[in-house]
């Protein structure tokens, strides 16, 4: 690398700070866009029409009716069952840090609140906490949230964002997978309807679990869904991978995925399936 | 490759030794009182590192290319086999195989991975990694089996579910999934055993059982310890390391309230007496059949409901 180059990176890294307190940088096509334009588009690119990762709290407030969210189960929390340690650290610290960082206990947030007055359960993960992974504490309150739309008879809805499951809490981790389903079989007894929304990203365990069960799966437009990751698929095939491949519009296509809306429509996409709950 | 692995090698050596001093003297009077105290030695000696393997050990035994597979075991202890084919909607996976089959005298749906034993076997069967219609051919057979009244047992021996292009399309998320919700509640018992690799939602695809059991020296993991190494460590070298923080052990997944019940293997591992390891998974498996074939429909699905839901740690 040339010298003149590198001080110019330096420089730019400078900057950096001052630049990110007025602008937001979409993941997607590295537009930096206005921070308010950014907000009041839903965090939605207005440049690409990129979905942006919200947090499960922004989520909430896009999606049920104003302060009638009342969460549950937020004093769950993992506890790292197997004393897990690697290169980085220990899973024990990288919790506490989650933790401070976002201000969450887990990387789903339950309740219960109201879709133009239609009462649900709900739960919300927040790809923040551990890139939204499926630990024990996950599944836990995934599933005691589908168990209070059992006991109250309220449709339940899912949003998912996540990596897949938390490799930290080993095989714990993949029996949330058939923990959660466990829970979702049970509303059928009941005829309780399960909508699962699938985000920017819903992937491995989490897209072979509960996210891709719902008896309507709604996509945001453009999410990463996918089971196997892209680099493991290229180096068993040793093929190039196809454009779209992985994304809402493949899933669609191939069919797993009943609609795709936009963000600003998905309160009231909502809203309209749930009404043909004719019970 | 040799039949022995470095870790075996004071074995080997006993063994080379007590085959020399017979072969000197097939009449055994010679050297008889060596002979049996070094055979009880290497016995000794077998004890010591096989109850003794670390993760990583017991890794290379669960992938032992002379480790029993589903074949093997359907000759050995099942009777009067017949191999139902195709999900009735795409294909016929080779990587997961099904059928109505007999162990003594209790009839099953038999489901299990069908690892090959040899390269060209393998490729035709994926390894023994499912594609969807592997995971839809197996639903298809528990509702038959709800349907006819069988106990399903499933045999688990998979790296994971294949990983393609036309897996994903074909949506091997989804037919996971899918699976796992209907064994939540299938009307009839379900018996799984791991009896290699546990290969993450390749295998739990079909291991959502009443209860699950284990070979001695199976895994049974949510990554391959190499997959963790290379994300975690960022080096695929600390294998054995992520090996060993993961936890995939028969008796650690007894521990963690995982797996009900470990099947002995012989001494050495699986691969050194089929037919022992055989006879030893068709003993434990007729005994939880009988008391699960007992039991109510409804009762089964609500054991298996709050079995699972107990499963995971956390503080609250």
Same mark, same amino acid.
């Given at each position: 690398?040339?010298?003149?180059?590198?001080?110019?990176? +330096?420089?730019?890294?400078?900057?950096?700070?001052?630049?990110?307190?007025?602008?937001?940088?979409?993941?997607?096509?590295?537009?930096?866009?206005?921070?308010?334009?950014?907000?009041?588009?839903?965090?939605?690119?207005?440049?690409?029409?990129?979905?942006?990762?919200?947090?499960?709290?922004?989520?909430?407030?896009?999606?049920?009716?104003?302060?009638?969210?009342?969460?549950?189960?937020?004093?769950?929390?993992?506890?790292?069952?197997?004393?897990?340690?690697?290169?980085?650290?220990?899973?024990?610290?990288?919790?506490?840090?989650?933790?401070?960082?976002?201000?969450?206990?887990?990387?789903? !947030?339950?309740?219960?609140?109201?879709?133009?007055?239609?009462?649900?359960?709900? +739960?919300?993960?927040?790809?923040?906490?551990?890139?939204?992974?499926?630990?024990?504490?996950?599944?836990?309150?995934?599933?005691? +949230? $589908?168990?209070?739309?059992?006991?109250?008879?309220?449709?339940?809805?899912?949003?998912?964002?996540?990596?897949?499951?938390?490799?930290?809490?080993?095989?714990?981790?993949?029996?949330?997978? $058939?923990?959660?389903?466990?829970?979702?079989?049970?509303?059928?007894?009941?005829?309780?309807?399960?909508?699962? !929304?699938?985000?920017?990203?819903?992937?491995?365990?989490?897209? $072979?679990?509960?996210?891709?069960?719902?008896?309507?799966?709604?996509?945001?437009?453009? +999410?990463?869904?996918?089971?196997?990751?892209?680099?493991?698929?290229?180096?068993?095939?040793?093929?190039?991978?196809?454009?779209?491949?992985?994304?809402?519009?493949?899933?669609?296509?191939?069919?797993?995925?009943?609609?795709?809306?936009?963000?600003?429509?998905?309160?009231?996409?909502?809203?309209? !399936?749930?009404?043909?709950?004719?019970? | 490759?040799?039949?022995?692995?470095?870790?075996?090698?004071?074995?080997?050596?006993?063994?080379?030794?007590?085959?020399?001093?017979?072969?000197?003297?097939?009449?055994?009077?010679?050297? /008889?009182?060596?002979?049996?105290?070094?055979?009880?030695?290497?016995?000794?000696?077998?004890?010591?590192?096989?109850?003794?393997?670390?993760?990583?050990?017991?890794?290379?035994?669960?992938?032992?290319?002379?480790?029993?597979?589903? %074949?093997?075991?359907?000759?050995?202890?099942?009777?009067?086999?017949? #191999?139902?084919?195709?999900?009735? =909607?795409? @294909?016929?996976?080779?990587?997961?195989?099904?059928?109505?089959?007999?162990?003594?005298?209790?009839?099953?749906?038999?489901? @299990?991975?069908?690892?090959?034993?040899?390269?060209? #076997?393998?490729?035709?069967?994926?390894?023994?990694?499912?594609?969807?219609?592997?995971?839809?051919?197996?639903? *298809?057979?528990?509702?038959?089996? #709800?349907?006819?009244?069988?106990?399903?047992? =499933?045999?688990?021996?998979?790296?994971?579910?294949?990983?393609?292009?036309?897996?994903?399309?074909?949506?091997?998320?989804?037919?996971?999934? *899918?699976?796992?919700?209907?064994?939540?509640?299938?009307?009839?018992?379900?018996?799984?055993?791991?009896? /290699?690799?546990?290969?993450?939602?390749?295998?739990?695809?079909? @291991?959502?059982?009443?209860?699950?059991?284990?070979?001695?020296?199976?895994?049974?993991?949510?990554?391959?310890?190499?997959? =963790?190494?290379?994300?975690?460590?960022?080096?695929?070298?600390?294998?054995?390391?992520?090996?060993?923080?993961?936890?995939?052990?028969?008796?650690?997944?007894? #521990?963690?309230?995982?797996?009900?019940?470990?099947?002995?293997?012989?001494?050495?591992?699986?691969? *050194?007496?089929?037919?022992?390891?055989?006879?030893?998974?068709?003993?434990?498996?007729?005994?939880?059949?009988?008391?699960?074939?007992?039991?109510?429909?409804?009762?089964?699905?609500?054991? %298996?409901?709050?079995?699972?839901?107990?499963? @995971?740690?956390?503080?609250?």
């Amino acid at each position: 690398m040339p010298w003149f180059s590198k001080s110019k990176s +330096a420089e730019a890294q400078k900057k950096k700070p001052a630049k990110e307190d007025i602008w937001v940088k979409c993941e997607s096509c590295k537009a930096h866009v206005f921070k308010e334009d950014w907000y009041n588009s839903m965090s939605v690119c207005p440049k690409c029409g990129y979905h942006g990762k919200l947090t499960a709290y922004e989520r909430i407030g896009q999606i049920l009716d104003v302060d009638t969210f009342k969460e549950m189960f937020e004093t769950i929390t993992p506890n790292d069952p197997l004393a897990f340690s690697y290169s980085k650290g220990t899973y024990k610290d990288k919790i506490v840090e989650a933790r401070q960082k976002t201000g969450l206990n887990e990387s789903v !947030v339950c309740g219960t609140g109201e879709i133009f007055t239609i009462p649900v359960s709900i +739960a919300v993960m927040d790809f923040r906490f551990f890139g939204g992974s499926l630990g024990s504490a996950t599944g836990e309150k995934i599933l005691l +949230a $589908a168990n209070y739309a059992y006991d109250h008879k309220i449709p339940y809805i899912i949003f998912s964002s996540s990596g897949g499951a938390r490799m930290h809490e080993g095989i714990l981790s993949l029996m949330q997978m $058939a923990k959660t389903c466990a829970g979702i079989a049970r509303l059928r007894e009941k005829k309780i309807p399960y909508i699962s !929304v699938l985000t920017d990203p819903t992937t491995g365990g989490v897209s $072979a679990s509960y996210a891709m069960v719902g008896d309507v799966n709604i996509a945001e437009p453009g +999410a990463l869904i996918g089971f196997a990751g892209r680099r493991v698929i290229e180096q068993t095939i040793k093929q190039k991978l196809p454009e779209n491949f992985q994304t809402s519009e493949y899933y669609q296509e191939h069919g797993f995925i009943d609609m795709i809306v936009e963000r600003k429509l998905l309160k009231e996409a909502l809203k309209n !399936v749930l009404s043909y709950n004719n019970q | 490759m040799s039949d022995y692995f470095d870790f075996e090698k004071p074995i080997a050596e006993m063994e080379k030794m007590i085959e020399k001093l017979k072969s000197i003297a097939p009449e055994k009077n010679h050297f /008889g009182d060596e002979i049996a105290d070094l055979e009880k030695k290497c016995i000794a000696q077998k004890k010591e590192i096989y109850s003794n393997l670390t993760p990583w050990q017991k890794v290379q035994f669960a992938r032992h290319p002379k480790r029993p597979v589903l %074949r093997d075991y359907i000759n050995l202890i099942f009777t009067n086999f017949i #191999e139902l084919h195709g999900d009735r =909607c795409f @294909g016929d996976d080779q990587g997961l195989i099904g059928g109505f089959a007999t162990l003594g005298k209790q009839k099953v749906m038999l489901i @299990g991975h069908n690892k090959g034993k040899n390269i060209d #076997e393998n490729i035709i069967r994926n390894f023994g990694q499912s594609k969807p219609e592997g995971y839809r051919k197996a639903m *298809r057979l528990m509702h038959l089996a #709800e349907k006819y009244n069988l106990p399903v047992v =499933c045999f688990i021996d998979t790296q994971g579910a294949y990983p393609g292009i036309d897996a994903e399309e074909r949506g091997n998320a989804e037919a996971i999934a *899918r699976n796992l919700t209907e064994m939540a509640s299938l009307t009839v018992p379900i018996v799984t055993i791991v009896t /290699g690799e546990g290969g993450s939602g390749g295998a739990l695809g079909i @291991g959502v059982g009443d209860v699950i059991l284990m070979l001695e020296h199976a895994i049974y993991s949510v990554i391959s310890p190499e997959g =963790c190494a290379s994300i975690l460590y960022r080096d695929a070298s600390f294998s054995n390391k992520a090996a060993e923080a993961l936890k995939i052990t028969a008796p650690s997944l007894i #521990e963690l309230g995982v797996a009900d019940e470990i099947v002995p293997e012989p001494l050495g591992g699986a691969h *050194r007496n089929h037919e022992q390891t055989a006879q030893e998974i068709k003993r434990v498996v007729l005994a939880h059949l009988a008391k699960l074939t007992s039991t109510s429909s409804s009762r089964l699905i609500k054991n %298996r409901f709050e079995k699972y839901s107990a499963m @995971g740690k956390f503080a609250k």
